[in-house]
């Protein structure tokens, strides 16, 4: 069961005090996602096989950004801006390679979430297919997506957030996360070998997960556990890449 403790605001970060959750998909929804593919979307068979068994996840206590990391932001970290939409500063960065984001979070003494950190998050202590609930009937009053978009990115902060007070978890821009990407992570003979506190992905790996989705996304494609993967510097097709940083909690 999740913690009861509230929750706490910090310089633009929310604390979550972690608990165990179920990761991942069960059965069902997999086949009703591999079902609603398209033709053009047969590619992504793997990722979304990848997302079962559903699978119970200790996480520690951490704080994660409110919002996704905006243009104003990364330009006073960074001293510039990859972004192609760059019609609001309040927009989320976009066309950020991984090696940027992670030299973000070095320069700011933070970290990329884990691949479970960020799902834990993103779920916002529900565990239904969409953290609003099992149907796309919602989708609009939290994110941002191919429904409402007009396909671009929209500054941060102006949907409904999640139980947890986190702002675009799903929609508006994908997310890099700290893991590389393994269609195994799931999987009995691999996960069983982890602890199941705190998992990390492979240590080494040529994709890199990416969540949350975009604005480009179709409804169905907001579920909370659909897991994305990408070259981690291939920056002309990054254009809806971005991310949000985390950091652990102190321990006393």
Known sequence: MLSEKPFKVRSGM???PG???LMGSLKPEVDQALA????SEKLLTEQILSEYPKHDVYISPFFIDKYEVTQAEFIRVMGYN???NKADLNNPVDSV???EALEYCKRTNKRLPTEAEWEYAARGGTNT???WGDEEDGADEFTWYEGNSGLRSHPVGLKKPNAFGLYDMIGNLWEWIADWYSKDYYTPDYYRKQFHIDPQGPETGERSVMRGA???SPARGLR???RGRHMPDNRWELHTASFRCACSAPRF
Not at 36 to 39: A, K, N
């Open 14 to 16: 929310v604390y979550l």
């Open 19 to 21: 608990g165990t959750f």
């Open 36 to 39: 609603e593919l398209s033709e």
């Open 82 to 84: 990859p972004s192609l």
């Open 97 to 99: 390679v991984k090696g």
């Open 129 to 131: 297919k969409y953290f």
């Open 214 to 216: 975009s604005y480009m």
């Open 224 to 226: 909370c556990s659909l």
